[in-house]
């Protein structure tokens, strides 16, 4: 939930009224955004199938069309992400990528190349002074001065109901990965997409006189793509292509939509019910087909900014929390990182002999339960009561016969928790075993995996292990939450 992005400054008042506004914000500035999608969309798709049906372009067909993407929006969020959204958003590229490859190929296709390469030079070298660029001193009248604020307020919207989605198909990811797959490739093809369609309708109108384009553009600009692929090859069989993908674009924008809201509106459920997700993706159409009946467009663009002012607050504020969750995170791998095993060997005398076994030994799943019901259990059922006669609140984990783990409950900061989990991987090549699969007892904490196994260790060295992972978690909350105190 967004609610969450603010964990790292208000802690667990995010469960309260706190967070309680942040998703209300997020859900009408998710609506807002999806429905002024919605009623650009259609406008779009009402000149497709005027120019290729000649059925004209009225408020009512718009209605009818926002009724009917609502329809096919809410059919695919009734099947769930699997059954419907993902395979709705695979057709949605396989068409993107088809109109483009198309006007790439049937177009100037080393100009464009040129030109991509060109116009994302030419982008970065003024990105500071595009990002803040807001054209206050030209006219409000003007296309780029009005409708620059509208831009800026509608990715704002967008921005709440595209990170939960992204956040929720990401999970494992790293922070790296999820940068390079949400932020590279996306701009990286978003640049292509430009080029490819605005540089070829500059050749058209600059090198091949075709100056019409640009009149006919300036008059209806929801036709523009079509009198655009009127100077290709197969022009209305790429037209319908065209329309196509303008209504898949639009139904899983939708249907995405619909699908955040409702997670949002159910405090988080994996599985909100059915109707629930009829209910809003109903609503997106309502709001749209009521914006664009009340007052056009610029209904639409009101709406859009006043939703989005408060996200952009809040966005703000998340990033610094953000920020500062990366450098909690940063304080506590410095405080955990470089973890040796031999420290617990050393500690209880052990034979280097069994050491070495240890160190080669591949244990079978039945072998790894039993070490951890003869050591790991008992080792941390006495850490358990010893902690208990300090004073300290523990909750012992061993339910499952995978794991068993000691958590260390603490009042207003992190817990502590070490859990000890059988975990399979394939058999390297090196590996002097006949089997292809071999497990390890690892070692978790609070934060994740450790990734070292502690097979073959005594109680005592798993007690040994434990104490070296809490001193660090301590010197973790030491270093994150100190405030120096001068004695002088």
């Given at each position: 939930?967004?609610?969450?992005?603010?964990?790292?400054?208000?802690?667990?008042?995010?469960?309260?009224?706190?967070?309680?506004?942040?998703?209300?914000?997020?859900?009408?500035?998710?609506?807002?955004?999806?429905?002024?999608?919605?009623?650009?969309?259609?406008?779009?798709?009402?000149?497709?199938?005027?120019?290729?049906?000649?059925?004209?372009?009225?408020?009512?067909?718009?209605?009818?069309?926002?009724?009917?993407?609502?329809?096919?929006?809410?059919?695919?969020?009734?099947?769930?992400?699997?059954?419907?959204?993902?395979?709705?958003?695979?057709?949605?590229?396989?068409?993107?990528?088809?109109?483009?490859?198309?006007?790439?190929?049937?177009?100037?296709?080393?100009?464009?190349?040129?030109?991509?390469?060109?116009?994302?030079?030419?982008?970065?070298?003024?990105?500071?002074?595009?990002?803040?660029?807001?054209?206050?001193?030209?006219?409000?009248?003007?296309?780029?001065?009005?409708?620059?604020?509208?831009?800026?307020?509608?990715?704002?919207?967008?921005?709440?109901?595209?990170?939960?989605?992204?956040?929720?198909?990401?999970?494992?990811?790293?922070?790296?990965?999820?940068?390079?797959?949400?932020?590279?490739?996306?701009?990286?093809?978003?640049?292509?997409?430009?080029?490819?369609?605005?540089?070829?309708?500059?050749?058209?109108?600059?090198?091949?006189?075709?100056?019409?384009?640009?009149?006919?553009?300036?008059?209806?600009?929801?036709?523009?793509?079509?009198?655009?692929?009127?100077?290709?090859?197969?022009?209305?069989?790429?037209?319908?292509?065209?329309?196509?993908?303008?209504?898949?674009?639009?139904?899983?924008?939708?249907?995405?939509?619909?699908?955040?809201?409702?997670?949002?509106?159910?405090?988080?459920?994996?599985?909100?019910?059915?109707?629930?997700?009829?209910?809003?993706?109903?609503?997106?159409?309502?709001?749209?087909?009521?914006?664009?009946?009340?007052?056009?467009?610029?209904?639409?663009?009101?709406?859009?900014?006043?939703?989005?002012?408060?996200?952009?607050?809040?966005?703000?504020?998340?990033?610094?929390?953000?920020?500062?969750?990366?450098?909690?995170?940063?304080?506590?791998?410095?405080?955990?990182?470089?973890?040796?095993?031999?420290?617990?060997?050393?500690?209880?005398?052990?034979?280097?002999?069994?050491?070495l076994a240890s160190l080669i030994a591949e244990p079978t799943d039945a072998e790894?339960?039993?070490?951890?019901?003869?050591?790991?259990?008992?080792?941390?059922?006495?850490?358990?009561?010893?902690?208990?006669?300090?004073?300290?609140?523990?909750?012992?984990?061993?339910?499952?016969?995978?794991?068993?783990?000691?958590?260390?409950?603490?009042?207003?900061?992190?817990?502590?928790?070490?859990?000890?989990?059988?975990?399979?991987?394939?058999?390297?090549?090196?590996?002097?075993?006949?089997?292809?699969?071999?497990?390890?007892?690892?070692?978790?904490?609070?934060?994740?995996?450790?990734?070292?196994?502690?097979?073959?260790?005594?109680?005592?060295?798993?007690?040994?292990?434990?104490?070296?992972?809490?001193?660090?978690?301590?010197?973790?909350?030491?270093?994150?939450?100190?405030?120096?105190?001068?004695?002088?």
């Amino acid at each position: 939930l967004p609610r969450s992005a603010f964990y790292p400054l208000i802690g667990k008042r995010i469960h309260g009224p706190i967070g309680d506004a942040i998703d209300t914000f997020a859900v009408l500035g998710t609506m807002f955004g999806v429905a002024t999608s919605l009623g650009f969309g259609v406008s779009q798709v009402n000149a497709g199938l005027d120019y290729l049906y000649g059925i004209g372009q009225t408020t009512g067909i718009q209605v009818i069309l926002i009724a009917i993407i609502t329809l096919f929006a809410t059919v695919s969020v009734v099947l769930g992400l699997d059954g419907g959204i993902k395979k709705l958003s695979n057709v949605n590229m396989i068409l993107a990528v088809v109109l483009l490859g198309f006007v790439l190929l049937a177009g100037d296709t080393v100009f464009l190349l040129k030109s991509y390469v060109q116009n994302t030079g030419t982008y970065l070298s003024d990105i500071v002074y595009k990002t803040f660029n807001l054209y206050a001193y030209e006219k409000k009248e003007d296309w780029i001065g009005g409708w620059t604020l509208l831009y800026w307020g509608w990715w704002v919207s967008w921005a709440p109901f595209v990170g939960m989605f992204i956040a929720r198909i990401s999970r494992g990811r790293t922070i790296r990965e999820f940068i390079l797959g949400v932020l590279f490739v996306p701009t990286g093809f978003t640049f292509l997409w430009m080029t490819v369609f605005g540089n070829s309708a500059i050749d058209l109108v600059l090198n091949s006189g075709k100056e019409g384009l640009a009149e006919a553009i300036s008059g209806n600009v929801p036709v523009a793509l079509f009198r655009f692929l009127e100077f290709f090859p197969m022009s209305s069989f790429i037209s319908i292509v065209a329309v196509l993908l303008i209504v898949t674009f639009f139904v899983s924008s939708s249907d995405s939509g619909s699908l955040v809201i409702d997670t949002l509106t159910s405090g988080g459920a994996k599985e909100p019910p059915v109707w629930q997700r009829i209910y809003w993706a109903v609503m997106e159409g309502l709001v749209a087909a009521a914006l664009l009946l009340a007052g056009g467009l610029d209904a639409l663009q009101t709406m859009t900014i006043a939703s989005a002012f408060p996200m952009m607050i809040l966005i703000l504020i998340a990033c610094y929390a953000f920020v500062k969750s990366l450098r909690e995170d940063y304080l506590l791998l410095d405080a955990v990182q470089n973890h040796q095993t031999s420290v617990q060997y050393a500690q209880a005398s052990t034979p280097w002999r069994d050491r070495l076994a240890s160190l080669i030994a591949e244990p079978t799943d039945a072998e790894l339960v039993h070490f951890l019901k003869s050591s790991v259990e008992p080792a941390l059922l006495e850490l358990s009561e010893e902690l208990k006669k300090k004073g300290l609140e523990t909750q012992l984990e061993n339910d499952s016969k995978d794991s068993v783990g000691l958590t260390i409950r603490n009042k207003g900061v992190e817990n502590f928790k070490y859990q000890v989990q059988i975990r399979q991987f394939t058999s390297p090549s090196f590996s002097i075993g006949s089997s292809d699969k071999f497990c390890r007892a690892e070692v978790f904490i609070f934060q994740g995996g450790q990734q070292y196994d502690v097979y073959g260790y005594t109680k005592d060295q798993v007690i040994a292990d434990f104490l070296t992972q809490y001193e660090k978690h301590m010197h973790y909350l030491h270093i994150s939450n100190m405030e120096h105190e001068d004695t002088d």
